[in-house]
């Protein structure tokens, strides 16, 4: 394993997108492996890997009511890029719903980074320039981006690889955008794919680019429902699994669906996949070297 050592990245312009130019602070590596990560809260991570950082669905709020948050002292922390949460590049947000994106803490990230870009859903974005109307040069690292269904957009920004998908969010009226998102760092590639509830079909576009992948933060209904499991277990294939969007163990149990409680959906992720990593408090690493 080669161990992923951060440096100080100055995010490179790319198209419709104005670059900062301040340079980020230092932080320590996360973990030797060949990708570092860091949990948020909920879906939100900080994923580390040929010294780029990444961070995804992690500026958020208060969220909603029975999921993860991260205390106020690491909400600080992560919008102003110091300590652990420094040299961040890139911001990403799958959607626009308040326990994955919160246009205040994009804002403030931005504001407080100025290397850094977001990158998100037309909704998402639009949420934050409803927020910011008066902060162009903000406003000009933002980035909207929704590829036709079944199609992807590729972008690279300062040597990190982005593929977004679009795998929506369910049957909902108004639709709710959601990206999924491959990323690679490094060589390496992680997918976070949000909170989407998109059917086999859906994602049959994309399963040849996103099989054998590095690092696959999924949702726990990717890995207790019977057709999303076998699909991440004979087609995607990933090297490393974390469980994100997992309901707080007090939640009730309509939270849990068939399971009814925090134990038993646990209890079947484990049975499913054993080397699933299960993120316990908001800013720990996360353990990604091999069982």
């Keep these: 394993m080669r161990r992923a ?15 900062g130019g301040a340079a980020a602070q230092s932080a320590a590596p996360l973990v030797a492996a060949d990708l570092g990560a860091r949990y948020v809260a909920n879906e939100g991570f900080l994923v580390e890997g040929g010294g780029k950082r990444v961070l995804i669905d992690g500026l958020f709020g ?8 991260s205390p106020a002292e690491v909400r600080d922390r992560l919008e102003r890029g110091v300590g652990e949460w420094a040299g961040i590049g890139v911001a990403l947000a799958t959607h626009f719903h308040p326990d994955h ?15 850094a870009v977001f990158i998100s859903t037309p909704q998402a974005v639009g949420k934050l320039r409803e927020t910011y109307p008066d902060a162009p040069g ?22 990190i690889g982005i593929e977004v998908l ?7 009226d108004p639709p709710v955008q959601n990206l999924g998102f491959i990323v690679t760092l490094g060589g390496e ?4 794919f949000g909170d989407t509830e998109a059917k086999i079909d859906d994602f049959a576009p994309y399963l040849e680019r996103l099989a054998d992948v590095d690092l696959a933060l999924l949702p726990f209904w990717f890995l207790s429902s019977t ?3 076998e699909m991440v277990r004979d087609r995607i294939r990933p090297r490393r699994i974390v469980v994100a969007h997992l309901p707080l163990p007090t939640a ?3 939270y849990f669906g068939r399971w009814q409680s925090y134990e038993n959906l646990v209890r079947t992720i484990r049975d499913g996949f054993p080397q699933a990593r299960f993120p316990r408090s908001s800013g720990e690493t996360l353990d990604l070297t091999a069982d």
């Design 5 to 19: 050592a951060l440096f100080l990245p100055v995010v490179a312009a790319i198209a419709l997108l104005a670059s």
């Design 189 to 192: 590639r992680f997918l976070h």
């Design 101 to 115: 994106f919160d246009p205040g803490s994009v804002g403030r990230f931005l504001e407080a980074n100025p290397g």
């Design 166 to 172: 679009n795998l929506h969010h369910g049957l909902r």
């Design 138 to 159: 903000l406003l000009a690292r933002a980035r909207a981006v929704l590829p036709a269904e079944g199609s992807v957009e590729r972008l690279e920004i300062d040597d």
């Design 62 to 69: 208060d969220g909603v009511s029975g999921y993860p948050v």
């Design 252 to 254: 009730p149990g309509s």
């Design 227 to 229: 057709w999303r499991a």
